[in-house]
């Protein structure tokens, strides 16, 4: 046996990089129903519009919503064995578990399983020169988002929370859990904030705004700012045209744009401290 296999004694290999992939960014949230794949494609697209080459990796494997939310079901390409060529859509380059189940069958997979899928979306698609690689991940706490930390080194994750108590409680646990793995946490983004009533354009907290954001100062996490709670938002995924698409003027995605930009002052930051900060200890 060579060296490198290992048996239930020892260690895993490493985390491996992806060649050319500058920044690989996991969205988590501890509870589903927060919007969690909304804002994964809405700020994949939006940083992809910013200018940046972007990666969108579907790793929901329950509910996998891209493809919806992409409008497209192309299939990806296999060549030969181990090479995926992922599909575009948006300007995106794009691979999901639901291009591989099309419908509504549900997979039924255990720990294994979901480990060797997640490898091979990252190991085997043909992702090239990426600025950005956003990973979709299942709500909770569980083996997928294990699998993606033990196979490739993250540069960070984002927290997605709604301002409700339940949502809050359960975002700490995802915070929790990557601190843990000893993931850089990007920031916590405040989903469905406020509604702007269409009429008067007043703003109206209905899940009682700014739980998040106190919540990340508890947690000395950066906030990443407030996305609406805007019908427009929810059409645009279900009809497959996400609502960034209409570009940084379009009032209804002011609050993404927003926080697109934060995402990338924040990875920028984590970046040159890890660069400067090899001898510090955290």
Not at 28 to 33: N, Y
Request: charged share 20%; hydrophobic share 40%.
């Amino acid at each position: 046996m060579s060296s490198h296999s290992h048996s239930p004694g020892q260690q895993p290999p490493a985390p491996q990089p992806l060649p050319g992939v500058n920044a690989i960014i996991a969205v988590g949230s501890g509870k589903g129903g927060v919007g969690k794949t909304t804002l994964s494609v809405n700020l994949a697209i939006a940083l992809s519009k910013m200018g940046h080459k972007v990666g969108l990796l579907d790793a929901d494997v329950y509910g996998p919503n891209v493809p919806l939310m992409l409008g497209t079901n192309e299939q990806p390409k296999a060549l030969g064995d181990n090479h995926i060529v992922p599909i575009n859509a948006h300007g995106l380059k794009v691979i999901s578990v639901g291009f591989l189940n099309p419908g509504d069958k549900p997979l039924i997979w255990r720990g294994p399983m979901l480990h060797s899928i997640i490898r091979q979306f990252l190991g085997s698609v043909e992702w090239g020169q990426l600025d950005y690689l956003i990973v979709d991940l299942p709500p909770g706490t569980g083996d997928v988002a294990l699998s993606l930390i033990q196979t490739v080194p993250l540069t960070g994750s984002i927290i997605v929370s709604t301002p409700s108590d339940v949502a809050l409680q359960d975002a700490r646990k995802a915070i929790e859990m990557f601190r843990q793995m000893k993931v850089d946490i990007v920031g916590m983004v405040e989903n469905m904030s406020y509604f702007v009533c269409p009429h008067c354009k007043h703003e109206i907290d209905i899940f009682s705004r700014g739980g998040a954001e106190k919540t990340a100062k508890q947690f000395d996490v950066a906030f990443l700012g407030s996305v609406e709670l805007d019908p427009e938002i929810r059409q645009s995924g279900d009809s497959g045209s996400p609502t960034v698409l209409k570009g940084e003027d379009s009032p209804h995605a002011k609050s993404l744009f927003e926080f697109a930009h934060k995402v990338v002052d924040r990875v920028e930051q984590i970046k040159s401290s890890s660069s400067e900060g090899v001898i510090q200890i955290q």
